[in-house]
């Protein structure tokens, strides 16, 4: 794998998983309709972690009601669906109160992609540092490493998350900017404070 | 060009320190052979667990 910090682009030859396929039919079409960056457990995978997981979640920059109803036939018509609910109305209301929604392939439930909106400036700023990941049949927009390691290691904080961050550390050890995660850690800290967490 | 060398991993002293002895050595392992290398052995593992199936990009090009 190369990373190219300055182009903010990674270049990764692996052989392409079932679960990268699901990622690259599915993101083909909502980056028709809007933003998205992928975010969390698939980033630390795609990049190599030795891991399976059920779910791929991303971000989507906030879209109007309209914009939705046609992203939500487009991904009908290509042979998904939600898992949460049936009713665009009602989808839609979930990803505005904050809430994620859950698609998957008609007629299965693994894997599936967990899509909801950035609810603050901290989710908001995943738009403005992301790196692309280009792989031998398509690419995909995921958070900054910092970002990604910062999230794991002081918001979801279980073993799992941290094992997912530590691969990250490992695999780019040289191209990581500290100081970008402890600026996040503190973002991280003071949200959590004022979550009650 | 990656090096392709064999590497080690150090046995943990439980099992919280063997997962994480082994995330270094995979992460080890990632980093000193081709992306084909370490993604078809990684891909056995991930595509035990999901179905295969015919991607809309694949459909689209046959």
């Known amino acids: 794998m190369e990373y ?6 990674i270049t990764c030859k692996r052989e392409l998983s079932e679960l990268d396929r699901f990622a690259l039919d ?21 990049l190599g ?12 920059k906030k879209i109007t009601k309209e914009q939705f109803s046609n992203m939500y036939n487009a991904l009908k018509e290509a042979g998904f ?21 859950r698609f998957s392939y008609e007629k299965t439930a693994i894997p599936n992609f967990e899509l909801k909106f950035p609810k603050d400036k901290l989710d908001e700023e ?3 540092d992301f790196i692309i990941v280009e792989l031998p049949k398509g690419s ?35 191209k990581i900017d500290y100081n970008k995660i402890n600026k996040l ?10 979550a009650g967490k | ?40 052995q990684q891909n056995m593992l991930i595509n035990s667990q999901i179905k295969p199936r015919v991607s809309i990009k694949e459909k689209a090009e046959n």
């Open chain 1, 4 to 9: 190219n910090q300055e182009k903010k682009k």
């Open chain 1, 26 to 46: 599915f993101l083909g079409i909502i980056e028709r309709f809007t933003d998205y960056v992928v975010i969390s457990g698939y980033v630390s995978i795609l």
């Open chain 1, 49 to 60: 972690r030795s891991r399976v997981t059920e779910d791929i979640d991303i971000f989507i």
């Open chain 1, 81 to 101: 669906w939600c898992i949460n609910a049936e009713k665009e109305d009602e989808i839609f209301s979930y990803l505005e109160e904050g809430l994620a929604v």
């Open chain 1, 126 to 128: 995943v738009f403005s």
């Open chain 1, 140 to 174: 995909i927009k995921i958070s900054s490493l910092e970002r990604h390691i910062a999230f794991k290691k002081y918001y979801l904080k279980s073993d799992k998350d941290k094992e997912d961050a530590k691969h990250i550390e490992e695999v780019f050890s040289s």
């Open chain 1, 185 to 194: 850690k503190e973002l991280i800290k003071n949200r959590n404070k004022n």
């Open chain 2, 1 to 40: 060009m990656q090096e392709n060398k064999r590497v080690f991993m150090k046995p943990g002293k439980n099992n919280k320190e063997d997962r994480i002895n082994f995330v270094k050595f995979w992460a080890k392992y990632v980093r000193t052979h081709e992306d084909e290398e370490w993604s078809r």
